[in-house]
């Protein structure tokens, strides 16, 4: 069976410093790779996503950047981290045709301080 | 511009009642939706989808149902139990999810 593993799950980090959440997903081969930020109380917007190894798409701008060095390795990073980048961060995988669910990790939560 | 909602922030629903939790879609080119279920501290949980070539269909304790007439979409819960309680969330999947603000359902013992 599929499954998909986010770390760490909690992550607190000051301003200014540098950020990288890493996502695995096991079990399938050439998922669509996603990563969404969860402000408290809404819904998901997502950020980036990706159809292939080194296949990036940005959906807002943003203080974020994604990276995707394997088929099922997903990397969400920030060189400098500003206030209004805490949230919850929940990656996700769906099979690479469409018309399917997207399966979500269990997140990780950044605070910044 | 296109987008999915919920009727409802917040239901509250007695323990063993049929829970209907609602959503409104606006974007008629949609033909695929995803319900979701996202317990505290969790990232959201499938729960049931359907195609829009269909108006019902059926899980445990789970029935969604289509109105693509008013672009409606709705989850209901049979026998509701306290693990229920949850935020739940639709969504509308174009090979990119939209998804609402969500409903808190609670369950009152």
């Known amino acids: 069976s599929q499954t998909i593993h986010q770390w760490p799950a909690t992550l607190v980090q000051p301003v200014g410093s540098p950020l990288s959440l890493e996502c695995t997903v096991e079990?399938?081969?050439?998922?669509?790779l996603y990563w969404y930020r969860q402000a408290a109380g809404r819904g998901l917007q997502l950020l980036f996503y990706?159809?292939?190894?080194?296949?990036i798409s940005s959906e807002v701008p943003q203080n974020l950047s994604a990276s995707r060095p394997q088929d099922r390795q997903f990397i969400l990073s920030s060189k400098k981290l500003l206030l209004s980048d805490s949230g919850f961060y929940l990656c996700?995988?769906?099979?690479?045709?469409?018309?399917?669910?997207?399966?979500f990790g269990d997140g990780t939560r950044l605070s910044i301080l | 511009g296109e987008s999915v909602g919920l009727h409802l922030p917040t239901l509250s629903v007695q323990e063993g009642d049929n829970s209907i939790i609602n959503c409104a879609y606006s974007?008629?080119?949609?033909?695929?939706f995803i319900w979701y279920k996202q317990e505290s501290g969790k990232g959201p949980q499938f729960i049931i989808d359907?195609?829009?070539?269909?108006d019902k269909r059926q899980g445990q304790r789970v029935t969604v149902l289509l109105n693509k007439t008013v672009k409606h979409l709705s989850l209901q819960i049979a026998a509701t139990q306290p693990g229920d309680s949850a935020v739940y969330f639709c969504?509308?999947?174009?090979?990119?999810?939209?998804f609402g603000a969500g409903t808190t359902v609670t369950v009152r013992a």
């Open positions: 969504a509308e999947n174009k090979g990119k999810l939209s």
């Open positions: 996700a995988w769906s099979t690479s045709t469409g018309g399917q669910p997207q399966h």
């Open positions: 990706s159809v292939g190894i080194g296949q």
């Open positions: 974007n008629s080119a949609s033909d695929y």
């Open positions: 079990g399938t081969s050439n998922p669509n």
């Open positions: 359907i195609r829009s070539n269909m």
